[in-house]
């Protein structure tokens, strides 16, 4: 079978890209498991990817509709559409936001409603659908009421995703991501950036920056249970989602206080003493329209995996990701 990954040269596209490059296998459209055969990554910039021969590489405008004809063809059984521009880029750049978020999204969506079987895709999503009051607490059953330009165009996805596969166009499924975390590599455009930062920077030597207030609560999910959630999605069967084909990933509420006390508790005070705090407003203000508490029962009864505690996820990023410092 074949398997495209579009924002394969993002963090969780690398990581997703390495898990299929492992002994895994999918369902296909025989409605069985199959060896995957050949995947395509593609991102706006050249994928690294594994060193793999199933694997190739593609660049390229994700809403040109004719390149992604040629990317999502007749061999195509399976699309991860995690390509987008992140949420502090979306509302500071409206046009290149909905031109990637929304356009983008429907000319995948297009591109798969041709081909000649009903192919599966797993689409990216955000708990930043909802909004509101500060920190408040969610469940499946909120309505989405986005309050910034990233959350409406994740939102429009989810839609676009229920009604094609209610057309029987596709076989898709959203997921709500929380903030993913400990993001490795370099700070991204996400308004969440920060969270991951201030752990990661000062485990490897260097300063950070928190834009705002100690109280602030996010809701987590680290990367290794978000890829396991990728595939975990994928094999659900379609009738398993019911009516709307998304649910919220599980997720553990921390404040902005309990991560750092929880990295001081870890690696002891050295790194905590690395981060500045520096108020940002405009930071402030669009992490304070996420949810403060999720509640994940859908997510729950179709068997995602939460993490432990936050603790568990500091402790994996040390061991598999950070940057070791001589």
């Keep these: 079978m074949k398997v495209v990954i579009t924002g394969a040269a993002g963090f969780l596209g690398k990581k997703l890209s390495h898990r299929l490059a492992g002994n895994v296998t999918l369902t296909g459209r025989s409605g069985k498991p199959e060896a995957i055969t050949k995947v395509t990554l593609f991102d706006v910039v050249e994928p690294e990817g594994p060193n793999d021969k199933r694997f190739t590489k ?6 040109d509709k004719s390149l992604m004809s040629k990317l999502i063809d007749e061999e195509t059984d399976s699309v991860f559409h995690l390509a987008g521009v992140v949420s502090a880029g979306a509302e500071e750049n409206f046009d290149l936001g909905y031109h990637v978020n929304l356009e983008g999204t429907l000319a995948v969506l297009e591109t798969m409603r041709k081909l000649p079987h009903t192919p599966r895709i797993v689409f990216t999503s955000s708990l930043a659908t909802y909004g509101g009051e500060y920190n408040k607490a969610i469940s499946d059953d909120t309505p989405q009421t986005p309050q910034t330009s990233y959350g409406v165009q994740k939102a429009m996805g989810e839609m676009l995703v229920n009604d094609y596969s209610r057309k029987g166009f596709i076989d898709g499924r959203s997921l709500k991501l929380p ?28 300063r950070a920056v928190c834009p705002v207030t100690r109280d602030v609560k996010m809701a987590f999910l680290s990367p290794r249970r978000t890829i396991d959630a990728f595939i975990h999605a994928h094999e659900l069967q379609a009738e398993a989602w019911g009516p709307w084909r998304s649910c919220m990933l599980p997720a553990i509420t921390y404040s902005i206080d309990e991560i750092v006390k929880a ?3 870890l690696a002891g005070p050295e790194p905590v003493s690395r981060i500045d705090w520096v ?16 509640g994940w029962d859908k997510a729950k009864k179709l068997g995602f995996k939460a993490d432990t505690n936050i603790e568990e996820i500091i402790k994996a990023f040390i061991d598999e990701d950070m940057v070791k410092v001589a």
């Design 179 to 206: 903030t993913i975390f400990v993001r490795p590599g370099k700070p991204n455009k996400a308004a969440s950036t920060f969270a991951s930062s201030i752990v990661r920077d000062p485990l490897q030597g260097t």
């Design 279 to 294: 108020p940002d407003p405009v930071i402030q203000k669009i992490v304070a329209t996420w949810p403060g508490t999720v």
């Design 263 to 265: 990295m001081e508790k």
């Design 58 to 63: 593609a660049t390229g405008d994700v809403a």
